[in-house]
Every structure is written in structure tokens, then in C-alpha cells.
């Protein structure tokens, strides 16, 4: 079994206006000065009760994200699009025998959501994301829970991890599997290289050429 695991946000699809607009929907809502949306893209990827906390040090992450979500769960998770090439990338790999995964921070509530709302959930053997009470938001977590699900044995099954942020980057070093970053989602600099990617592509369909 060859695995390869992908993340969704900045990965599989462009959510930033969704995001962003939830996150400053939460903002207004707790009273913050607005801010560009320029600045808030750069926190898409790890966890929102990390963004809460380490951004704008906010000690109720947990009512943050619950005001977070009155925007994103009826209006946000909509504003959001394929990336180009990117259906034609699962396709392929699935045509050619790789079984495919969702490994990402989102909660598993709202990707299944996602997948089914582009249909391009039957694609994947598994998805796995957070939990919606912020568990299980580490990438290394994520990445276990797919493994688990998969039956992945490192001695016979092969796996890597597509990414565009450095914890995809980690937490496919954590179980010793090869991370691909993909310069085109919310990275910033060499973030991706810097934390160990073996190789940083510019298209989705550059993943082909890959496998």
C-alpha cells in the first residue's frame, strides 16, 4: 500500500476569504481593531485556538472559535474553491493505485463537509482532522489517527504527507515519512524548506511528475 496524505486548507482548496472573514467576524465580535486580511492569511494552518491565544492573546480561545463559527459554519466554509488541477492530481494518483487520505487541523466535521460539497470525497480512504473541541490539533495527532485507520505498517506500506505549512512539514518528520510543500498555499518564505520539505512545488499538478 502507497499512501499519500494531504492537507486541505492552502492544499486541496483556497479557503483563505473564508477563514479570514470568520476570523475577523470573531474579532469585530470581541471587540479588536479590523485588520488586513493580508496579515490574518498568514495564520491559516495551525490550530484556531493557537491563532486565538498566540495572536491576539485571548484567554477564551474556546469562546473565540464558537464566535468563529457562527460565521464560518453558514457562510465561510462556502467561500472557498478548488485549487486548479488539483482534482485531476486525485484522480490520477487514485487511477494509478495510491490510496489517499485527508490529514488536516480543520475538524473533521467541517472538511467531510467540504469534500462532499467539491465531490471529491470518494477519493479518499480516509479523513481525519481535529476534533471539534480543539483535540487532536496537532499534525503529528492527525497523522497517527490516519495511520490508525489505514492499518499503515512502516516496514511494508509507504506513505508521504503534501502540505503547504511547516507543521505538515513536522509532524510527517515525526513518523520518519517524506513531506512535498506546496508553495502556492499560505507558506511564507522558505518556511517549507526550512523545516525539511524534500521538495517545494509551484502547481498542484506538479504532484503527478512526483509519483
Do not use: W
Given at each position: 500500500m502507497?499512501i499519500?496524505?494531504?492537507?486541505l ?5 483556497d479557503?483563505s476569504e473564508?477563514?479570514?472573514n470568520?476570523?475577523k467576524?470573531?474579532?469585530?465580535r470581541?471587540?479588536?481593531p479590523?485588520?488586513?486580511?493580508e496579515k490574518?492569511?498568514?495564520y491559516i494552518?495551525p ?7 498566540n495572536?491576539y492573546?485571548?484567554?477564551d ?10 460565521y464560518?459554519?453558514t457562510?465561510?466554509i462556502?467561500e472557498n474553491?478548488l ?8 484522480e490520477?494518483l487514485k487511477?494509478?493505485?495510491y490510496?489517499?487520505a485527508?490529514a488536516t487541523?480543520k475538524p473533521?466535521?467541517y472538511?467531510?463537509i ?13 479523513v481525519?482532522g481535529?476534533?471539534?473541541?480543539g483535540?487532536?490539533s496537532?499534525?503529528k495527532e492527525?497523522?497517527a ?6 492499518k ?7 506513505a508521504?504527507m503534501?502540505g503547504?505549512?511547516f507543521?505538515?512539514v ?8 517524506p513531506?512535498i510543500g506546496?508553495?502556492?498555499?499560505y507558506s511564507?518564505?522558505d518556511e517549507?524548506?526550512?523545516?525539511g ?15
Amino acid at each position: 500500500m502507497k499512501i499519500v496524505l494531504f492537507d486541505l486548507d492552502g492544499t486541496i482548496t483556497d479557503s483563505s476569504e473564508g477563514i479570514v472573514n470568520s476570523i475577523k467576524y470573531a474579532l469585530s465580535r470581541l471587540g479588536f481593531p479590523d485588520e488586513p486580511a493580508e496579515k490574518i492569511q498568514t495564520y491559516i494552518g495551525p490550530a484556531l485556538h493557537d491563532t486565538f491565544k498566540n495572536h491576539y492573546e485571548i484567554e477564551d480561545t474556546a469562546g473565540a472559535v464558537a464566535i468563529y463559527r457562527e460565521y464560518y459554519s453558514t457562510k465561510g466554509i462556502f467561500e472557498n474553491k478548488l485549487y486548479e488541477g488539483i482534482e485531476e492530481v486525485l484522480e490520477m494518483l487514485k487511477y494509478q493505485g495510491y490510496t489517499l487520505a485527508l490529514a488536516t487541523g480543520k475538524p473533521t466535521y467541517y472538511s467531510e463537509i467540504i469534500l462532499k460539497h467539491f465531490e471529491i470525497d470518494h477519493y479518499f480512504s480516509a479523513v481525519v482532522g481535529s476534533n471539534m473541541d480543539g483535540s487532536r490539533s496537532d499534525k503529528k495527532e492527525i497523522i497517527a489517527e490516519v495511520f490508525a485507520q489505514l492499518k499503515y505498517n512502516p516496514e511494508v506500506h509507504e506513505a508521504t504527507m503534501i502540505g503547504d505549512r511547516f507543521h505538515d512539514v513536522n509532524g510527517a518528520k515525526h513518523h520518519n515519512i517524506p513531506c512535498i510543500g506546496v508553495s502556492y498555499g499560505y507558506s511564507e518564505g522558505d518556511e517549507l524548506i526550512q523545516a525539511g520539505a524534500i521538495k517545494v512545488i509551484d502547481h498542484p499538478m506538479e504532484i503527478i511528475v512526483l509519483f
